[in-house]
């Protein structure tokens, strides 16, 4: 079974739903390009001794350093991820084309 009969057939069932397989295609990449913008997130945080961009960003109100480092990464995430829907809306609308991973991952915000 290949990777996107595979996908299909997953998606399908989660689902509960009948999706033509363009439509199946566009679901697995919408979810696979979250979660490497997630992964993305939570590497940054990583890298700097946190376990995960949540844990970072539970720092927001602390006092001092960690809450000013913590809000530079709230203010980030938050960027990332309202780049990544508008991005969405745009290919959902025809405005442009779909972007590779590799283009999206690009695209987005650097902290």
């Known amino acids: 079974m290949g990777l996107a009969t595979l996908a299909f057939t997953l998606a399908n069932k989660e689902l509960k739903m009948k999706h033509t397989q363009a439509e199946l295609e566009a679901i697995v990449h919408t979810?696979?390009?979250?979660?490497?913008?997630?992964?993305?997130?939570?590497?940054s945080s990583i890298s700097r001794g946190y376990s995960s961009?949540?844990?970072?960003?539970?720092y927001a109100s602390s006092k001092g350093a960690f809450g000013v480092e913590a809000q530079v990464?709230?203010?980030?995430?938050?960027?990332?991820?309202?780049?990544?829907?508008?991005?969405?809306?745009?290919?959902?609308?025809?405005?442009?084309?779909?972007?590779?991973?590799?283009?999206?991952?690009?695209?987005?915000?650097v902290r």
């Open 53 to 58: 961009v949540i844990s970072e960003c539970s």
């Open 73 to 109: 990464t709230v203010d980030w995430r938050d960027a990332v991820w309202n780049y990544a829907f508008e991005v969405q809306k745009n290919v959902d609308s025809g405005a442009r084309d779909k972007p590779t991973l590799a283009e999206m991952l690009q695209e987005l915000p």
């Open 31 to 43: 979810r696979i390009a979250a979660k490497a913008i997630q992964s993305m997130l939570d590497n």
